[in-house]
C-alpha cells in the first residue's frame, strides 16, 4: 500500500462473500453476452459498438470518437472497429455536413435486426439476474 493511500476499513467476510457473489454473477453475465454474439454471427466489441451508437442520445450524430470514449478503447481502434463493421454492413459512415472532418455512423438495418435480437435476450437475461445482483449487493454488502 503507497503511504498517501489511507486505510481500508476491515472487511467482514460476508462483504468479500457479497463481492465475491456479484462478480461472479457479472462474470456470468458477460459470458453469456459474448456467447449471443457469437449466435447472432458477430464479435462482442462490434455488439458492443452497436449498442452504444444506438443507445446514443445527443444532439448530434455518433461518431468514431464518441465510439472510442463508449467501448474505452483508442481513437484509431475505434476506426479500425468503424471500417470492420462498415465493410461488414453492420454500419453506414458519412461526412458530417456541418465539420468535414467529422464522420457520422449510422446503424445499417442489418444491425438494427442484429442489436433487436440480442437486445431482447440480453433483457431477458438480466430479468432473471437481477435479484442475484440486488441479492449480492444486500445489506452485507454495505
Known sequence: MKAQEPEA???SAEQYAALAEFRYRLRRFLAFSEAAAARAGIPTQQHQALLALAGHAGRMPPTVGLLAEQLLIAPHSAAELVARMVEGGLLTKVRSAQDRRRSEL??????????????????????????????ALGPTAS
Not at 446503424?107 to 441479492?135: D, F, I, M, Q, Y
Request: glycine share 6%; charged share 20%; proline share 6%.
Open 9 to 11: 476499513e476491515a472487511l
Open 106 to 135: 449510422a446503424l445499417t438495418p442489418r444491425a438494427e435486426a442484429v442489436l433487436r435480437t440480442l437486445t431482447a435476450a440480453h433483457l431477458k437475461e438480466l430479468r432473471g439476474l437481477a435479484p442475484a445482483l440486488v441479492g
